[in-house]
């Protein structure tokens, strides 16, 4: 009966290492894996492109932003009785130093440098502040205010 019992115990033990070993090299984290990349860990592609809607990624020119990188922006306190505020939506460091298309995710058309998205920016008390894009100064007819 002892034997047995080393045998049972010998089998769920390889059958475990077995399944630890194939997970190692053939689980989603595994460099055998179709469609890993090394900085697949932090989420960037290659191209460093993302959607417009995602986190960490600039609105204006769709680029990921790396950890303590921040878009410029301006906005505006809150109205009376309002429970989000007016934001205007420069972009970051990629898009207004650099040469890269600058885009409202609205309406696709293309920004030039003096050019904004505006949007609504809802703050939550113990979480993230929730940015949403209405569009751009073109799109939203805030040009005409402007000037």
């Avoid at 970051?92 to 890269?100: I, Q, R, Y």
């Avoid at 993230?128 to 939203?140: A, F």
């Amino acid at each position: 009966m002892g034997d047995y019992i080393q045998v049972l115990v010998l089998i769920i033990i390889g059958i475990i290492l077995f399944w630890f070993g194939y997970s190692l090299f053939f689980g989603p984290r595994s460099p055998f894996y179709p469609g890993w990349y090394p900085w697949s860990k932090w989420g960037k592609k290659p191209d460093g492109k993302g959607s417009p809607g995602d986190p960490q990624v600039c609105p204006v020119c769709s680029m990921r932003l790396d950890k303590g990188d921040l878009v410029k922006s301006l906005a505006f306190p809150y109205a009376s009785g309002a429970k989000d505020r007016l934001m205007y939506i420069r972009g970051c460091f990629t898009c207004l130093e650099k040469d890269v298309p600058r885009r409202c995710p609205v309406c696709g058309l293309e920004l030039s440098m003096e050019d904004y998205l505006v949007a609504r920016i809802f703050d939550r008390p113990h979480n993230r502040s929730h940015v949403h894009v209405l569009g751009c100064n073109h799109c939203k007819n805030m040009g005409k205010l402007m000037k």
